[in-house]
Each structure stands twice: as C-alpha cells, then as structure tokens.
C-alpha cells in the first residue's frame, strides 16, 4: 500500500500540473500570463428547446473570484474573441463568429464598478459600461475571407454580479443582455458560474484504493470528489444560430444522416503582434489561445508544446501532435499507478473519437483532417434523458458527439483513455474511472442562455487561506 500511495502523489502531481483547475484554465505556459485572452472550455449542442439551432458555450478568464472588486473581469478591447466553425472537414473555419468589446466609465471619479442600484442591464449606475459588436466571418473553400457581417452592434455586456445590494436581481439584469442577431438567433456575454465540474486535488488520491477488499479499479465512481472549481465565475460567451447559418450548404439539417449535418467547432483569442522594422512598425492578429475538446492541451499535450498548441490550427493538429494523441501519456500513467494493462501506442480509437470523428456519427466528410475541434451531428436529436456519460452510455447526443453542460468529460475521458472504446481483443476495458465529481455545483438552466447563475462577490464562497506566520522565536528564558 506504501507503493500506491507514493505512486498516487506522484500521478497527483503529474496530473494535476498539466491540467490546472479546468478543462483549459492556464494550461500553458504564456496564455496563463494573459488570463483575459484565455479560453477555458467551449460546449456544442442541440438544445431541447431550440432543435433547429446550434447553440455554442465558450468560456474566457478562468477561475474568477465573485468578490474581485473593484474592477472585477472585463474583457479586452484589444483582443479578438473567436468562435469557429468548420463544416467541410479540413480543419480550417469556414464560419467565423468574432467579438469586439468597448470599454467606458460613465463616472471616473468612482472607485465603484457600480452604485446601488442596478435593475437592468443599460442601467446609468453601473459605472464600466462594456459592449461588443458582433461580426460573422464566412471564408471560401480557399481560406479566403469573402465576407464579413455585422450581426449585432452595440450590445451590452452583463456586468459583473457585484452583489445583492448592488444588484438586487441578477437574473433580471442578465435577461437584458440577451441579444437578437441579424439572421436569426441570439447571443449573450455575461458572468456565468464555470459550468466545468472537477476534482483535481483528489483526482487519483481520494479514491479508495485503501479500502479493504475491493479491487484497484473501483477508481472514483463512487461519488465524494470535491469540485475545485466550484464558486468561481468566468465570462460565458454563449451564441444560438439557425443550423442554416453554419452548415456548408446554407440549410437546415434533415437528419443525422445529411451530407451537411456535423460540423467542427473551437474557439480562439487572437491579439496583435508589432513587428519593428527599421521605424516602420507593422501589426497582425496572431492567435494566442485555441480550445476545441476538453482536456487536450491540459493532458495530451506535453508541456514544452503547449504554446505551440495555442498558436496554430487545428488544420495541421495530425502533423503537430497527431504522436500524442496516439501514445497518450495519461495512458502511461494509468499502467504505472494502477497497473490497469491499458494500452499505451497506437490509439486510433482515441484520435477517432476526439480527431477526425466517429464515422456514421461526427466524421465530416469521407476523408477528414486530424483536427481537435469538437464535432457536433446537428441532425441527432437533443436526449429526453441524457446520460453524463454520452456516446459511452448510449446517449448519442453527447460527448464526444458535440458537448452539453451535462456531460462528464472528465470521467468520460479517463474511461476512453482505459480503452472503453477498444474493442475487447485490442486491449477494450470498461474500467469504472472518476473523479467523483458527478455535475456542475450550481443548477444549469433549461433555457437560453442554459449556463449557471453568476454567483455574486458578496456572497462569494471561495474560501481565502491566509498565510501562516511562524511564531517569532522567544529568547531562552
Ligand atoms: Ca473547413
Ligand atoms: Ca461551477
Ligand atoms: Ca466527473
């Protein structure tokens, strides 16, 4: 027992470094300097209540304290906030949906974000008033960017949720946020409580390996995890088009069986760069920060290439990191710690899976590029009961088919990375993997914009640890 104990510390840390507190919150190396350019999880779905829809999460600025006045998170005027969408396979946009914020004090002479009280979004007491415009960006098969729209302008940012006597009712002040985008659809960037759930300090320490009498495999299913996350904020992007807007032919989808029906979806943070040549200084966006499946720059990617990571497509993702992804360390480490037998090299059920799409279900096309963007059948149907589990359950409507608020990416993950998708004589094993943490802390909502309720700084839960001071020593008496 001595053995697994240190093994676990050592796969804890091993871990837990990589993947930080999130799915992608400060997974590498520059980004974590640079929180506001920094996205932290991107979802996908067919919500129940808009079935002709695609609805997108994307969430920017990890782990933001409620209470952090009195400036609390604004998004970057100088950044460019992406969603994007691939529809024909190679990995490249063909869809683009780009943010562009406005900061303003309406009183400098405040130190207050806001003044009691603030009942609505355009209220003239809050004090940093953000909006965005929205621009659709539409690329031909070329890469060419042939067009660029306008589809929302001037819209309010939710503020901040500063507390109950600043803002008495938040639900009622996010609602105004809600914005009507021209061609349909709408789209909202407010505070939201991170909807992603994990257990990291305990991930493979906590899970009852001691426990006498049972087998080395019950790692984690059994519920009690703590969820390091839980009561932090981040700023939820969330986006609502008609399918028509993004499919490769312009329509709606007719089945899971349609030529037009999966698409390819991340989101990226692009800023500029200035190059000085001579006294002539020349700017361009580069891309600063990527995101499509959970968990891949967090774990599969190794350390001295997540920079990298960031900064590219997920057009060259199969040339770039295609070895990682089909000799996954995780998997490695699984043998080591638990001596699970998983099978460690030419993973292609994992590259299928999360890469070029699960043929009949999220492949695009006949002959797609390795890409990490998370693939979404917009023709399945939205579950009426859907498994945190997904397509590993049976729940087809799930992860990695696309991604809801509810699906468990974590143990679905963990589960895959142990072959749950092998099939029994290439080394398939259902091992009941977990982290113990089973959903979100706070409630999800059934209706738009469907993230959980920002919690708010007065009532903040995080819990400060004040350093601890060693008593001065006394001279011998
Ligand atoms: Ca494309
Ligand atoms: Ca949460
Ligand atoms: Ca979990």
């Known amino acids: 027992m001595k053995r697994l104990s240190f093994l676990a510390a050592l796969l804890a840390v091993a871990v837990a470094v990589p ?29 129940a209540d808009a079935p002709g829809s695609l609805t997108v999460v994307s969430n920017w600025i990890p782990l933001a304290d409620p209470a952090g006045g009195p400036n609390f998170y604004p998004l970057d005027e100088n950044a460019r906030y992406y969603v994007k969408i691939d529809n024909t396979g190679d990995g490249y946009e063909d869809v683009a949906y780009r943010w562009k914020f406005r900061n ?3 009183n400098p002479g405040s130190f ?38 306008r589809i ?27 914005t009507s985008l021209k061609g349909g659809g709408k789209t909202i960037v407010t505070p ?37 996350v839980a009561g932090y904020n981040t700023k939820s992007f969330v986006l609502q088009v008609p399918e028509s807007e993004v499919t490769r032919n312009g329509k709606q989808v007719a089945g899971a069986n349609a030529k037009n029906a999966v ?41 001295g290439k997540k920079d990298k990571f960031n900064a590219t497509s997920p057009a060259n993702d199969a040339k770039n990191f295609g070895k990682f992804a089909l000799n996954p360390e995780p998997a490695r480490l699984l043998n080591a710690l638990f001596n699970l037998g998983v099978k460690e090299t030419n993973r292609t059920d994992i590259v299928q899976a999360l890469l070029t799409g699960v ?45 809801r608020l509810i699906d468990d990416v974590v143990d679905i993950e963990l589960r895959v990375i142990a072959g749950a998708l092998l099939p029994a004589d ?44 060693a008593p001065v020593p006394q001279p011998p008496q």
Do not use: C, M
């Not at 993947?19 to 996908?44: C, F």
């Not at 909006?131 to 890469?143: A, G, I, S, V």
């Not at 094993?429 to 706070?442: A, E, M, S, Y």
């Not at 920002?454 to 819990?463: M, R, Y």
């Open 426 to 469: 290439q080394g398939g094993k259902q091992i009941p993997l977990g982290d113990g943490v089973d959903q979100n802390d706070k409630p999800l909502r059934s209706a738009f914009p469907y993230v959980p309720l920002a919690n708010d700084g007065f009532g903040s839960q995080i819990k400060r640890i004040e350093p601890q001071h």
């Open 192 to 228: 939201a409580d991170d909807a992603f759930f994990v257990d990291l300090g305990t991930i493979f320490d906590g899970i009852n390996l001691d426990k006498p009498g049972r087998p080395n495999i019950g790692l984690g299913n059994q519920g009690g995890g703590k969820d390091d």
């Open 112 to 149: 207050l974000y806001a003044a009691p009280t603030v009942d609505s979004v355009k209220d003239q007491d809050i004090n940093f008033v953000q909006t965005y415009d929205l621009y659709k960006e539409t690329y031909n098969k070329n890469r060419k960017l042939v067009d660029v729209e």
């Open 359 to 403: 043929p009949g279900l999220t492949q695009i096309g006949k002959n797609p590029a390795a890409a990490d963007t998370l693939k979404l059948n917009l023709g399945v149907a939205p579950a009426a009961n859907p498994n945190r589990f997904g397509v590993l359950a049976g729940d087809t409507a799930g992860f990695p088919n696309g991604r």
């Open 152 to 178: 929302a302008n001037d819209a309010p940012v939710v503020p901040d949720n500063v507390g109950p006597k600043t803002i008495p009712n938040f639900a009622q002040v996010e609602a105004g946020g809600v």
């Open 263 to 303: 698409i390819g979806v991340w989101s990226t943070t692009e800023r500029k760069r200035v190059s000085v040549h001579g006294h002539r200084a020349s700017r361009e966006w580069v891309q600063v920060s990527r995101l499509g499946n959970p968990l891949i720059n967090e774990v599969v990617i190794p350390i």
């Open 19 to 47: 993947l930080s507190i999130g799915s992608s919150h400060r997974e590498a190396p520059r980004i974590l300097k640079d929180p506001t350019a920094d996205n932290t999880d991107v979802w996908a779905f067919t919500a």
């Open 104 to 106: 303003r004090f309406r």
